[in-house]
């Protein structure tokens, strides 16, 4: 299943992501769960933009850089729908806090990143088809790449950029 050639790239960045991003003797039975589950769910012919897109985001989360999609981090204000997010990765403005931010979070990508957080991966993720995945891939590889202070080889094998 790993070595399928149209499984391989996504694979191998998984595996980077969690050689290099996690310390070597830290057991996190969380870890596990999700590679189970994302592996699980490839059986089940999930797509794997879909399966990478949840395991960053998962990744993130359980190691506790994943920003809340509900919440801006300047004044708290709940249930946005539409975000930006910080030029340092380290969470989203609403749209009365920010100011120079480019990265703009769409509400499918808020919508996205909330089911993503109670569903497991094989049910299909609704409004995938309304936002761009490369660009998500390209954004959560960017923020573990930053907080790890590291550069991520295997990316360029994903054409995301």
């Known amino acids: 299943l790993v070595s399928d ?9 998984m595996a ?6 996690i310390p070597e003797n830290q057991v996190n ?13 490839r059986k089940a012919e999930i797509g794997m933009d879909v399966l990478l ?12 850089l994943m920003f809340k999609p509900d919440i801006c981090n300047n004044c708290f204000k709940k249930g946005l729908a539409i975000a930006f997010l ?5 969470g989203i403005l609403c749209s ?11 509400r499918e990508e808020l919508n996205l990143l909330r089911w993503v957080f109670v569903n497991p991966p094989e ?4 409004g995938t088809d309304q936002i761009d995945l490369k660009k998500n891939i390209s954004l959560y590889i960017r923020k573990i790449e930053i907080h790890n202070d590291l550069t991520l080889k295997t990316k360029q094998y994903l054409q995301i950029d």
Request: aromatic share 16%.
């Open 29 to 41: 039975s969380r870890i596990y769960r999700l590679i189970k589950s994302i592996l699980t769910a």
């Open 5 to 13: 050639p149209g499984n391989i790239f996504h694979f191998y960045i």
């Open 96 to 106: 009365d806090c920010h100011s120079s931010e480019t990265i703009r979070v769409e």
């Open 16 to 21: 980077e992501i969690l050689q290099r991003g």
């Open 123 to 126: 049910r299909p993720m609704p």
């Open 86 to 90: 910080r030029d340092d990765y380290r």
């Open 53 to 64: 897109l949840y395991f960053l985001v998962w990744f993130l989360k359980i190691e506790g």
